[in-house]
């Protein structure tokens, strides 16, 4: 898809001329703390738990910052699955847990041509972000299997949340997290594609082979 340009002719005459679209824009990723011992990376279909402050790029405005705004805690998301912008997906790969990193992310990896916000439409965000944590996600085959507590080859909110429950308490957090709840609810609102109140076996296998 051809999304970002100089101006809206300009894609279409240079696919016509070329037979070749546009390259996607890519986040510029900068470094700015790296952990002398990284034991684990991040790659998708990880939990990341992440404080970030956001920035326009056009004038250094801050327009949010998890460590001063809401609740003041850091976010929960799972990586590749869009549960954040594109940007994000694709910036936060490879990373250690107490990395910081500054990503530059155009409009088409961001809120694109409409915005949302504080963001105008077509704003180049600045991103700098401290990963806290790497968490397992439920994402793959053995992960549904071993979800799949009664075998039917389906998944019901309550053993997703089973799941990382046992998740969080080998890696010594409490079993009672309240960041359960919210996981839990973003899991089901990617994956439960007929909305029936279960992941399938083909829905959550789709979704994790299209990471």
Request: some cysteine; glycine content about 8%.
């Amino acid at each position: 898809m051809l999304l970002f340009s100089i101006c809206s002719i300009l894609p279409s005459l240079f696919v016509s001329v070329t037979g070749r679209k546009l390259p996607e824009p890519e986040v510029k990723i900068e470094v700015l703390h790296k952990p002398f011992m990284c034991y684990r990376k991040s790659k998708y279909g990880d939990m990341l738990l992440v404080h970030y402050d956001g920035f326009l790029e056009s004038n250094g405005t801050m327009f949010h910052s998890s460590r001063s705004d809401g609740d003041k805690n850091p976010l929960w998301f799972t990586l590749g699955i869009r549960e954040a912008l594109k940007g994000w997906d694709k910036g936060l790969q490879d990373m250690c847990k107490g990395e910081r990193r500054k990503l530059t992310v155009p409009p088409s990896l961001g809120y694109g041509k409409e915005g949302k916000g504080k963001i105008p439409p077509s704003s180049t965000l600045i991103f700098d972000i401290e990963l806290m944590d790497i968490q397992n996600g439920p994402r793959s085959h053995d992960s549904f299997r071993e979800m799949d507590l009664n075998d039917d080859w389906k998944l019901s909110k309550e053993e997703v949340k089973e799941y990382l429950k046992k998740e969080f308490q080998k890696h010594g957090y409490s079993p009672n997290d309240t960041h359960h709840e919210v996981m839990v609810e973003d899991i089901f609102k990617n994956e439960d594609e007929d909305k029936d109140g279960f992941i399938t076996v083909r829905e959550f296998v789709y979704q994790h082979d299209e990471l």
